[in-house]
């Protein structure tokens, strides 16, 4: 399944995979998006699958975003891993 990325009240709603296949053009679509916009927020709710590459794509967008003085917000329940991935950098 794609990604689809719908903008509703301001949020951007991430529908499919954020997988491998779809990472590249989703981590160039929201560098333009966080160079324009100061404050991004992503719902993951209905993000199905979301791999080791798709985790660090939203880690590089928040980088991105932290160098430009900038926010990019992860905000929905959507998909376990990446709340796990998460939990073990902090934990380190």
């Not at 679509?29 to 927020?41: D, L, Q, Y």
């Not at 719902?43 to 590459?53: E, F, G, K, L, P």
């Given at each position: 399944m794609a990604l689809q990325i719908?903008?509703?009240?301001?949020i951007f709603q991430?529908?499919?995979n954020l997988t491998?296949?779809?990472?590249?053009?989703?981590?160039?679509?929201f560098e333009h998006?966080?160079?324009?916009?100061k404050n991004v927020t992503?719902?993951?709710?209905?993000v199905h699958i979301i791999?080791?590459?798709?985790?660090a794509a939203l880690k590089t967008l928040?980088?991105?975003?932290?160098?430009?003085?900038?926010?990019?917000?992860v905000v929905g329940y959507?998909?376990?891993d990446i709340y796990d991935d998460y939990r073990s950098v902090c934990a380190k």
């Amino acid at each position: 399944m794609a990604l689809q990325i719908l903008k509703q009240n301001g949020i951007f709603q991430l529908q499919g995979n954020l997988t491998t296949a779809t990472t590249r053009s989703f981590i160039i679509h929201f560098e333009h998006i966080i160079n324009k916009v100061k404050n991004v927020t992503v719902d993951i709710d209905r993000v199905h699958i979301i791999d080791a590459s798709g985790v660090a794509a939203l880690k590089t967008l928040i980088a991105i975003a932290l160098r430009s003085n900038n926010i990019f917000s992860v905000v929905g329940y959507g998909c376990k891993d990446i709340y796990d991935d998460y939990r073990s950098v902090c934990a380190k």
